[in-house]
């Protein structure tokens, strides 16, 4: 019985520990970004209590495992709270608080140059007159 009970732990142990880790390397990769470098790190740093929570389930320390586990948790709901913090307005929303000015195609740009100089030259013409 006390084989058994100890091939489940050292099974579940692994497993965690190989979940964790891949939830490491993950977090590396979106971190290695730059446009997602902030949430990348968070997630890292989210599921470095994990390694620890699993390493506790393979040594067969209790304490290490609640504290990996509640450090987890801890980081998952700062992580969460980081999350719904930073989100960015949509683009609908800038738009329409009128905040923002909508920015032209290039021709319609192009357009109003050429009819502002226009405008200048007609109005130099006039006034030389």
């Known amino acids: 019985m006390s084989f058994l009970l100890t091939a489940v ?5 692994t497993l965690l520990l190989l979940l964790s880790l891949a939830g490491l390397a993950f977090g590396a ?14 997630f890292v740093l ?13 040594m067969g320390d209790l304490v290490t ?4 586990t509640f450090c987890f948790v801890v980081a ?14 949509t683009r609908e929303r ?13 021709s ?4 109003l140059k050429i009819s502002e100089r226009a405008k200048r030259w007609i109005f130099e013409k006039a006034k030389a007159r």
């Open 108 to 111: 319609e740009e192009v357009k």
């Open 65 to 68: 495992f609640a504290v990996g």
């Open 29 to 42: 990769f979106i971190a290695a970004d730059r446009r997602t470098r902030k949430p990348g790190v968070f």
């Open 9 to 13: 732990a050292v099974l579940f142990g």
């Open 76 to 89: 998952g709901v700062a992580l969460a709270v980081e999350h719904r913090g930073s989100r960015r307005p």
């Open 94 to 106: 800038i738009a329409s608080s009128g905040g923002v000015t909508k920015k032209r195609p290039l």
């Open 46 to 58: 989210w599921w470095i209590p994990a390694v620890a929570a699993a390493g506790g389930v393979l």
